[in-house]
């Protein structure tokens, strides 16, 4: 994808325009319902099973937003392989769409830190050693046979 001011356009691998532009935050939401559903391997969680990019692509072009996409799947009216089994899927698995969706969210309503020297390491706080203690009681032994 390629942002332009306020508008999306996406592209093909040739290069030409595969949609006319749309605005900026109807693709990024776009997106993240997508990383909902098809999941991010680099960030670590595996999207539902059976979704892939071009099933994905197909249902969100329809329903941009995870919880407009109708239970039944003969209402899609979408251009997608096995969307019943990609219904039951969704059906079951909803919530994790769900959690996927809201890790692929950047949060911006949180503090973080002013600036990068905020992250420096300046060593151990107070509270570390009464937590290591904790930690170390519940440690049991292993025996082995």
Known sequence: MR???STVEGRSPEGASDAAPEPAEAALGKAIAA???VGDAADGYPGLPGWGAKS???VLSRFPRLED???DWRTWNANVTSPASL???L???REQAFLFRRLATLRTDI???DNVDA???KGPTPDFASMAARLDAALRPITLP
């Open 3 to 5: 942002a332009q001011a």
């Open 119 to 121: 992250l420096q390491w």
């Open 35 to 37: 990383a909902g559903l």
């Open 56 to 58: 994905t692509a197909g």
């Open 69 to 71: 996409i109708p239970d």
């Open 87 to 89: 219904s039951r899927t």
């Open 91 to 93: 059906l079951r698995e």
């Open 111 to 113: 503090p973080l830190f």
